[in-house]
């Protein structure tokens, strides 16, 4: 179904209540260290105000357990800031996300103008998606829109709740964005069609796996759960991180790619330490089997080179999780290694949120990208097929 956007709205002179993730980065100052949500959220906000709207934003930001205890923390006053040098213009914090305060700070929104509503979290109500609550905070506004992809796989009272109590609703241009590049890459894939999984566990990514196993026509596991599955061949894996309550779970996932005829490729070669640690002494080894004292910790230059040349060759890639234990130096060739060759890929390269994101981040290849996902957790569930909540509630 084609998803309902902002721009099919009128919007002058009405309070429009935004859900968007501002839920950034902070250093020990407070200030945002780094602004790429408040950014995304961009095109969204600054649409509503050229169309006169009176212009409510609220988001979460961190974990907070109380109001009061954490309002120094977790406030959203540093996004309110780096939000208004980016629009140019004043954003209006509340103290608050409901009461009367906030109540008559809407109320008193003339048109164009921006108020920023205070952590939703503060409140237990919004998790616990609280119907009281979610009137509530429908009761500021005339219409609903969701532009906060990364909570998209929550039903909270703001990302989903509220939608029921607001006589119009919509998706914001990022949360169109995601759905559209996301959707494409499973549902209408230019072949052929190459997805890389990584990350620690394969039990996280069953669904994952299974999903794209259903659509891919090569997919090259990498990260720790690689182990997993040579282990399941009965590869020596030596120290490496192994889920031994998964080996049959592996061997089903291989039987099924080769039911289907789907290229799973596993590493042939490895970057081995003797600790997960940066200083651990880096061995190449370079053959599939394991020697009994050391642990896997990256692909090798060999298997990075077999998926670097199924990547280049690609209509479409599709990346989830990190090739190794990247955020240490010594084992973070394979995952910047597979940065790099989707940055240089001619076909639609998109980046599930996360690890993966961070590492194309670091690397600075955004940009060389046909999408990064803002969104981990949204993201791998909508490659599980799941249907979001946050983007269901912008249906009608
Ligand atoms: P996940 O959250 O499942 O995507 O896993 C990501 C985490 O797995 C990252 O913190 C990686 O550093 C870690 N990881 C990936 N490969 C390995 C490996 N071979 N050994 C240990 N940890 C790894």
Partial sequence: MALKTIDALQLAGKRVFIRVDFNVPLDEQGKVTDDARIRAALPTITYAIAQKAKVILASHLG???GKSDDKA???????AVRLSELLGQDVILADDCAGDGVVKLA???REGQVLLLENLRFHPEEEANDEGFAKELAALCDVWVNDAFGTAHRAHA??????RFVKEKAAGFLVKKEVEYLGKALGNPARPFVA???GAKVSDKIKVLENLLARADTVCIGGAMAYTFLAAQEVPVGKSLVEKDKLELARQIMDKARARKVDLLLPVDHVCG?????????VVVADRAIPADLMGLDIGPRTLDAYRQRILSAGTVFWNGPMGLFEQKPWAEGTSGVARAM?????????GGGDSAAAVEQAGLVDQMTHVSTGGGASLEFIEGRELPGVKACED
């Fill in 63 to 65: 974990r907070p357990k």
């Fill in 73 to 79: 923390r977790f406030t959203l006053e540093p996004a």
């Fill in 107 to 109: 109320r008193e929104l």
């Fill in 158 to 163: 703001s990302t989903a709740g509220m939608a």
């Fill in 196 to 198: 890389l999984v990584g």
């Fill in 274 to 282: 003797d600790a997960p640690k940066e200083t651990a002494r880096r």
């Fill in 343 to 351: 940055a240089q890929a001619k076909g639609v390269t998109v980046v």
